[in-house]
Nanobody, 124 residues
Framework: QVQVVESGGGLVQAGGSLRLSCAAS????????MAWFRQAPGKEREVVAH????????YYADSVKGRFTISRDNAKNTVYLQMNSLKPDDTAVYYC?????????????????WGQGTQVTVSS
């Protein structure tokens, strides 16, 4: 069993930055691929970024490429999402997810554990 807890959300103006953190506890964190998803009101949950357990492979949705950076610190059991140049379209609840696998995936159904989500609101 793995518990994941997100933090770092909030209200920011367009063009600003936020860093989300996801703290994991339980089983060996380094054995899990990690991802960030988001869900805006009235929209489906979508992948934002993911990272495999050895940190040598990352993926970004086209909508955030060049603005967001995913990273992980296995010693601290934490994964981060640095979000720069935020836009109003980035407004959503952001979820951290863990997958019991070396490789990450952009499919939400392939993740085994989820956090409760953290709200990010970008004002224009």
């Amino acid at each position: 069993q793995v518990q994941v807890v997100e933090s770092g959300g909030g209200l920011v103006q367009a063009g600003g930055s936020l860093r989300l953190s996801c703290a994991a506890s339980g089983r060996t964190f380094s054995n899990y691929a990690m991802a960030w998803f988001r869900q805006a009101p009235g929209k489906e949950r979508e992948v934002v970024a993911h990272i495999n357990w050895s940190r040598d492979s990352t993926y970004y949705a086209d909508s955030v490429k060049g603005r967001f950076t995913i990273s992980r610190d296995n010693a601290k059991n934490t994964v981060y999402l640095q979000m720069n140049s935020l836009k109003p379209d980035d407004t959503a609840v952001y979820y951290c997810a863990a997958r019991r696998h070396y490789s990450a995936s952009y499919n939400s159904y392939e993740y085994d554990y989820w956090g409760q989500g953290t709200q990010v609101t970008v004002s224009s």
